[in-house]
């Protein structure tokens, strides 16, 4: 088969009025940015606003494997899918980060014939939304330098400046620096670093905020620094969140492309699954309900995360109310957690599969803990045998679940007819009776104990007393109610990536507590958490360049 | 008079297709960002080649002074005055940095009734070229540490790394910092910093690049770091030349957008003029000679800076033939260079009128240098007496020159349309025979020492050894053809700011030279040059709002 990038080029995209005109979207309801590529604005979504929405639908996984699973090529297949049984369906996706794409080879667009488009622009700048918001979290940060450096009028400790500076590069020679060295007019040496722009608390902000004044609140909200008594200091108290909610304005719109198969699809924005919460955008997946019929829409890493976090941060947040999950499996993801080798994964071996099928029979307790109907997409690798798929469909159809084959990475929607038919059936059978897992009124505490015992399956939670009373501490100060945002190994559902399949008898160390006040959720840091990657040896810049046809070479 | 951005919210924007339809840019050449703004396609920019140019307008200023002289709302007051007349004219000129937008309040679009809009999109994110070249600028900048990081196979000395990083923000904490600290897996620690992204040579690089393949040749050369024996480690060693090419695939690409008088303007590119040309892109004002028979376009600082650039370095690496010149003066400025304090600028004085003439008649004598005829622009302010215009127009006329009262500012076209003709009889008058001001093969001390002398008309250049060293030894590595970029005070001919006027009697000091190789020139610095401004006590920040019609607040 061709190369996804072959296949990108190869496809005849649509004007991106034909796709927007598909789903109601006015000529000049579009902010065009080149051809195949557009904004909506945000006036006319507010007009949308007394529409009915259509069925949410999550795509999550089992615990992600080198062997690859394929979430956003399943939400892509399935959108299309559904599509071409005649239901009017849109695409939620988060927009990749640029800086990883000259690490390790690969994008972040689907792939095969399940693939958004135009997939260069969409993993390079495309509209420019992460510029902007590099661009308002290192104002923020330059206001609160400028600030000590005038005199420092709030009286911050300049060692508990919390915010960061952010780029979107993997360099890891500025995770950590000494800055404002040179002397008086360059203001205090003082520790700092940078985290890619993904980890930004402004990346979690857009994506949850429903319009550009919740926007400028968050920001507002948002806790640069302490003072030496540890009271907090605000971006408002800077005067910042004006000027960053200008640098936002246009970053906030959703942006509308196309699949392969001219299917519409949002892709805005991309917040870290780990130190947030790992979803698209709010205002693209509540504008895509008031557009379509059915909302296809991916979480980060495995369920275990992914999925607990879409429920507990961004449906609770949004007042969304999913009515079914899509739990993506692989025969060779579920052989690896059968304990066989990478190398050794082309080989039959149904009783691995069954092995396996322990991580995916936990994900798919975990969502009907949530209320909300599941399915499982075995993602088809042409290596698999019938008796390796059939072990899945076996072990599923045991826990009352269907697990449907499909083919759209070979195919493309002709490969997702039985499950866009049956996620259908499911999506409106009303069997969806959502709620989160825990209310907001539990401690702090309780709810990381709440999801590591009942998500996790850990039997307990270990956290000093430093963790517990920094805990109590914001209790007081009135962020009790926030959800938390787990920041673990996405490989096991334990702290320990090693420990596939369905771990047992495990605690949950929480090392470190983060308070995103403008995002709207503590951090519960459990493991070593990078949030400023490094490049490979051989980093895939060298080999990415523009061929004699202008066209990229090596990106993918 | 209503304020700037009250009047560019009054104008009635034409879409951007009927502007580019003007100059004989079709729909399928253009690449829209949103309604108002687009790039037009390399492609198309490239069929035009065998077409005979239109006439190239350069204009200039006289010494910069806090009271203001006003050559971007001249370029863009003589290219309506132009189009007013029925001459085919467009506007070229550089893009605003984003960064210095949050600190001293004002934008760089023009003033009053003569602007280019839309205003604020210029002066934020515009099309995302800036953006574009801080990714490429420290995707350079992270390959470096990764190449040292992994075992440093080119033997770079980690104390001669020359390659900073950049941002796009003023932030004076990063302008020195100590990177890489935290431990091996953080790599080497080192002295680091971040200048401003105007100040990048990626900035030059795209200004001076002729084409996409010149592009990638000139970010090839571009030296990064030495090794132990100084030889060069460049850009091209690293193999990061392939990847930051396709980083600036657009944004090489120029930016069409209009005036308030619906006329066309190109907008790209917005090089330092101190470490760097100060001019807009060569694609740009190649781009705009093509389309029209006229081509506006400014320098930046004054004539002995921004003129001397323009005509060395662009014109003569770009082929260039300037066919006249226009010299911006204001009487205010002009009072100023004659001894007035700012704050008497209110108050009639033919006199001090007359004394500051000696700076406007260095920068006519100077421009003759180079073949160009030139007119002078009195750029009106309401309170200028009508004696004091007189005494401007007397010393011109003493020089052989003419000087033509303009008031863009207030009346728009209507008050150009003497300049305008002026102008285009010049222009088209044959008097232009352009030649730079030294010879590729002058050594490049002699290349310092011609502009110190006949332009700056300094008595000597003093360099000490060090200096003369660093020159001789980039002769013998091959670029002693290079032109040079003189990096000293806007303010003064001389290097000391305070010497308004006509300074005679002082010397050039040259305290450190750098070699731009990609730019393609040797800067020679004269003075302290900040490329990392900081902001001041009360940003700008603090005031820009979206107000209740989502409309920004502050920025002007």
Chains 1, 2 share one sequence.
Request: glycine content about 10%; some cysteine.
């Amino acid at each position: 088969m061709a190369s996804d990038i072959d296949i990108a080029r190869a496809a005849k995209l649509k004007p991106i009025q034909d796709i927007a005109a598909r789903i109601g979207v006015p000529d000049d309801a579009l902010i065009p940015y080149g051809r195949t590529k557009a904004k909506i604005s945000g006036e006319f979504l507010k007009s949308l606003e007394h529409r009915p929405d259509g069925k949410l639908i999550l795509v999550t996984a089992i615990n992600p494997t080198p062997a690859g699973e394929g979430k956003t090529t399943t939400t892509v297949g399935l959108g299309d899918g559904l599509n071409r049984i005649g239901r009017k369906a849109v695409i939620c996706l988060r927009e990749p980060s640029l800086g990883p794409c000259f690490g390790m080879k690969g994008g972040a667009a689907g792939g095969g014939k399940a693939q958004v488009v135009p997939m260069e622009d969409i993993n390079l700048h495309f509209t420019g939304d992460f510029h902007a918001i590099t661009s308002a979290h290192n104002l923020l940060s330059a206001l609160i330098e400028n600030h000590i450096y005038w005199g420092n009028e709030l009286e911050i400790d300049q060692r508990r400046v919390v915010w960061r500076r952010v780029m979107d590069m993997n360099d890891r020679a500025l995770r950590q620096i000494v800055c404002s060295l040179g002397g008086v007019s360059n203001g205090f040496p003082r520790e700092g670093g940078f985290d890619i722009t993904v980890a930004s608390e402004i990346m979690a902000i857009l994506c949850l905020a429903t319009d550009l004044t919740d926007l400028q609140q968050r920001l507002g909200d948002i806790i640069v620094a302490y003072r030496r008594d540890r009271t907090a200091v605000t971006a408002r108290d800077l005067q910042a969140d004006g000027a960053m909610t200008v640098l936002l304005k246009e970053a906030i719109q959703p942006n509308l492309v196309q699949t392969l198969e001219n299917n519409p699809a949002f892709i805005h924005g991309g917040p870290f699954a780990n130190i947030a919460h790992g979803c698209n955008s709010v205002m693209a997946t509540r504008s895509a309900l008031k557009l379509a019929d059915y909302v296809v829409t991916e979480a980060g890493f495995g369920a275990d995360l992914g999925a607990e976090k879409f429920f507990d941060i961004k449906c609770r947040k949004a007042g969304l109310h999913p009515d079914a999950a899509v739990i993506v499996a692989t025969v060779r993801a579920l052989k690896m957690n059968g304990g066989v080798a990478k190398e050794d994964l082309g080989a039959e071996n149904v009783q691995a599969v069954k092995n396996g099928c322990v991580n995916l029979g936990r994900h798919i307790e975990n969502i009907k803990q949530f209320g909300v109907p599941a399915i499982v997409a075995i993602n088809h690798f042409t290596a698999d045998t019938g008796a390796e798929v059939e072990a899945v469909k076996e072990f599923c159809a045991g826990l009352g679940v269907e697990a449907v084959l499909a083919s759209h990475w070979a195919e493309g929607s002709e490969g997702t007819v039985e499950l866009a038919e049956k996620v259908a059936v499911l999506a409106e059978s009303g069997m969806a009776q959502f709620a989160p897992l825990y209310e907001d009124g539990l401690s702090l505490l309780g709810k990381i104990e709440a999801i590591a015992k009942r998500i996790y399956r850990a039997d307990d939670v270990l956290a000093d007393n430093s963790v517990r009373d920094q805990l109590r501490r914001w209790e007081a100060d009135g962020f009790g109610h926030l959800p938390v945002c787990m920041a673990k190994t996405q490989y096991s559902f334990s702290t320990d990536p090693s420990r596939l399949g369905a771990p047992n008898g495990h605690s949950v160390p929480v090392r470190e507590v983060r308070l995103s006040a403008g995002a709207g959720f503590v951090v519960a840091i459990c493991g070593e958490i990078m949030t400023m990657p490094g490049l490979p040896r051989v980093p895939s810049a060298n080999h990415i360049k523009l061929n004699d046809q202008g066209m990229i070479e090596g990106l993918f």
